[in-house]
Nanobody, 114 residues
Framework: QVQLAESGGGLVQPGGSLRLSCVASRKIFGVYTNGWYRQAPGKQRELVAR???????TYADSVKGRFTISRDNTKNTVYLQMNSLKPEDTAVYYC????????WGQGTQVTVSS
């Protein structure tokens, strides 16, 4: 079992930045993929960014050029750097780990508003 814990959400003005962190409860051995998803009120959960074991990254078109996913294996942590935030980025953000099983964090709220 792996527990994932997100942090770093909050209220930010449009154009601002936030960095989300997701810490795994233990070191992950083997091949796995990390992802960040988000879910806005009344909408389905959607993929924001993904990073493979080898470091290949994928982004939703809506965040390309603004968000960056990265991972620090020494800290069992994956990050989502979010710049130039827009009101439409407001959502609960969830981190995800896929290996044999799929694991989810509890989510962290990001609100972009003036």
């Amino acid at each position: 079992q792996v527990q994932l814990a997100e942090s770093g959400g909050g209220l930010v003005q449009p154009g601002g930045s936030l960095r989300l962190s997701c810490v795994a409860s233990r070191k992950i051995f083997g091949v796995y993929t990390n992802g960040w998803y988000r879910q806005a009120p009344g909408k389905q959960r959607e993929l924001v960014a993904r990073i493979t074991f080898g470091g290949t990254t994928t982004y939703a078109d809506s965040v390309k050029g603004r968000f960056t996913i990265s991972r620090d294996n020494t800290k069992n942590t994956v990050y989502l750097q979010m710049n130039s935030l827009k009101p439409e980025d407001t959502a609960v953000y969830y981190c995800n780990l896929v290996q044999t099983y799929e694991y989810w964090g509890q989510g962290t709220q990001v609100t972009v508003s003036s």
